[in-house]
């Protein structure tokens, strides 16, 4: 299941920022989308792992799926870091704001349907 956590993040983020740009009529820019999806994917492998997220408990707990979404509170920002860093651009607050409340809300349901299916 851990395997089908991690993919299934993956899957999550790359769609939900893919549709952030289809949003801003921005899919034209391939660089700065394939930077954007690189920034976030590397600091979620980087974050998530110190909160636990692929642990067992959380994978197929759904009382613990909590944890994913307030990983992700932690991981939106040093992502939005590394990116505004790779692109040489500012970090927009709102940015970081909409990253953190839509791509976690799209974590944490996709991770109690994980824990439900688990089960």
């Known amino acids: 299941m851990r395997t089908a956590a991690i993919v299934g993040d993956i899957v999550i983020i790359v769609i939900l920022t893919v549709v952030g740009f289809a949003t801003h009529e921005t899919l034209g820019q391939t660089e700065r989308l394939l930077v954007t999806i690189g920034a976030f994917l590397a600091a979620w492998i980087f974050v998530a792992p ?70």
């Open 50 to 119: 110190w909160f636990g997220s692929f642990d067992s408990e959380v994978i197929r707990g759904v009382r613990r799926v909590w944890i994913v979404p307030l990983a992700w509170i932690a991981t939106a920002p040093l992502g939005a870091v590394v990116r505004g860093l790779v692109l040489g651009i500012d970090v927009s607050p709102i940015f970081v704001v909409v990253m953190t409340v839509v791509t976690g809300a799209g974590l944490g349901l996709w991770r109690v349907a994980l824990a439900a299916f688990a089960k």
